[in-house]
């Protein structure tokens, strides 16, 4: 029985940003989130990757904030929302950001979230309270590659789970290790080589990502629990992702970047694998949903960090269909 | 991935009802539910037990309704509500009674649940909407004794779990098996013989459960995937309860009813030990909540369908006293 841990109790981790930040009490955990542009535009939720804080969208913000009322949150465990030992799975997730809709934004909103924050922008496809999303962006999301047994393709260990698997280990549960060099140290060792080859395409070094300078600031940030609660499953259980597919009673956007599959050893590096992509589409067209599809395989993971003015564009273009019924695959 | 079965799907299972019910979409499932009594009364909330569907409560809601605007549910995989397999975890069924509050309910309630209903009206007192939950009763509830590995005393297994062990093998996940006759004649067998000698005390067999008769009502509308999601532990992961109790911010009724620990072999036969029940106080105290304590070692686990008028009088003596503060324990 370890503590909650709220955003006071770790004040100094934090550093300015652009965007005023607000904290609501949802209940189990105190969610912080950033809002900008006008109440009056349609409502716009983003929903950051594991290790990343609400203001990983601060750029696109800045674009986005001219044409939506644009909130983004930090999950729990991460960014200044409680720290929830032992309770970071998939549905607590998703229910908070129902609690969320309800409470802050108020009527129905437009959600896209990257990585696991894209699973989560699949989740409320599927699962948020009636009439709560209007449609739904994914960006990059490791559908089935975030779980232990997926339907279909490689799980979380067979992907990227060595990286959260190390950072867990070396920096500790809610940074109880916080050994940064160590980890530093430890990652030529401990990360199989195909992902170390492969992993700069996936996630271009940032200005901020000198290693001598300590953690990077989104790390700091990042309860490392969240790495071993995927990597070990507990995470994703009881949300498999083919059930949860066949729920979704959104249209959607899903784009996917950079990936490949390592010849020698079989390993995905990227969110999700072509199969992976293809299978969750067949699943909610099967199910009379619609998925629209954008590929851009040379896009870092992060398309709003990288490349804020695309991702931007890439919602704004597929926001001006929804009111043309299609069901168009562009690959 | 096994569809979702809503009730007009099973919809031979069902019999009528002394009061009307009703279907709330709550997104991701429909829940079933009956109301009894007056609007301008204060708002109460009942959870029924594993394998239990809410007219479990119908004898105890016509008490009831004199003092309270009453609302018994079903949760998910029970009664009319969506079954909805590989799902059935406290925090999904806890998220569903926060919606169900939010759109049926609509303010500030009681709530009051039986056993995994119990589980499920401590959970509400600690991770509901704030505002939600006015103070709750828990009915006799497996605090810790439901669990794989809790941090005192049995687990599920060392408890009721070949119980439910044996309904889901030869019932089968949504009933996919249905060998009533089968499981009759198992259960001398299949049973540990310390519970097929004090179960009696614990569940008296009713007037309906003949056995030649087949399935009791009540086991007819639940899926039993229920019961293998308890015994797994996919069901009580990601929330721990001596946690969930640290978090528990109303004010409790605990009543605490038959339990005998079998001296050979350990096993308890109960809801929960002497110890659990303790444990479960001292940490809800140990945080700054306030909690009662009731014990009726001779009443069986449900005391609202064995003997409503004592459970009515027993909600009613102590809602009584909320406006009085204290912290009384009565053993």
Not at 128 to 133: C, I, R
Not at 207 to 210: F, I, N, Q, V
Not at 297 to 302: G, K, L, R, Y
């Given at each position: 029985m370890t503590a909650y841990l709220e955003a006071a109790e770790r004040a100094a981790t934090f550093v300015p940003h652009a965007f005023d930040e607000h904290l609501v009490d949802l209940g189990e955990v105190r969610m912080n989130y950033a809002v900008a542009g006008d109440p009056s535009r349609p409502a716009l939720l983003l929903i950051p990757a594991?290790?990343?804080?609400?203001?990983?969208y601060e750029a696109a913000m800045g674009l986005l904030a001219e044409h939506f009322h644009v909130h983004a949150v930090d999950l729990r465990?991460?960014?200044?929302s409680t720290w929830t030992p032992g309770r970071y799975t998939l549905d607590n997730f998703g229910n908070d950001l129902v609690r969320f809709i309800d409470l802050v934004i108020g009527r129905p909103t437009l959600v896209s979230g990257l990585s696991s924050g894209g699973v989560l922008s699949a989740w409320l496809s599927a699962f948020?309270?009636?009439?709560?999303?209007r449609a739904a962006v994914w960006e990059d999301p490791p559908l089935f590659a975030?779980?232990?047994?997926?339907?279909v393709g490689q799980g979380i260990g067979q992907a990227i789970g060595p990286v959260f698997a190390a950072w867990n280990k070396w920096?500790?549960?809610?940074?109880?290790?916080?050994?940064w060099d160590g980890l530093m140290r430890a990652m030529p060792a401990e990360l199989p080589f195909e992902i170390l080859r492969n992993l700069a395409a996936m996630i271009p070094p940032g200005?901020?990502?000198?290693p001598a300078a300590g953690p990077p600031q989104n790390l700091r940030e990042y309860d490392p629990e969240w790495g071993r609660a995927f990597v070990s499953g507990a995470a994703t259980a009881s949300c498999d992702h083919a059930s949860m597919l066949a729920r979704v009673r959104v249209p959607v956007l899903q784009t996917h970047h950079f990936r490949t599959v390592?010849?020698?050893?079989?390993?995905?590096?990227?969110?999700?694998s072509d199969d992976q992509a293809r299978r969750a589409r067949e699943i909610v067209t099967a199910a009379g949903g619609r998925v629209d599809y954008r590929s851009f395989?040379?896009?870092?993971?992060?398309m709003h960090e990288h490349d804020p003015k695309q991702y931007a564009a890439t919602v704004l273009d597929w926001v001006a269909t929804l009111d043309r019924p299609t069901n168009s695959t562009e690959e």
């Open positions: 594991q290790s990343e804080s609400w203001w990983g465990g991460q960014g200044r948020a309270k009636p009439g709560q999303v975030c779980e232990i047994a997926p339907a920096l500790g549960d809610q940074w109880s290790i916080g050994h200005e901020t990502a000198d390592d010849a020698e050893t079989g390993r995905l590096i990227g969110a999700s395989p040379d896009m870092p993971h992060s």
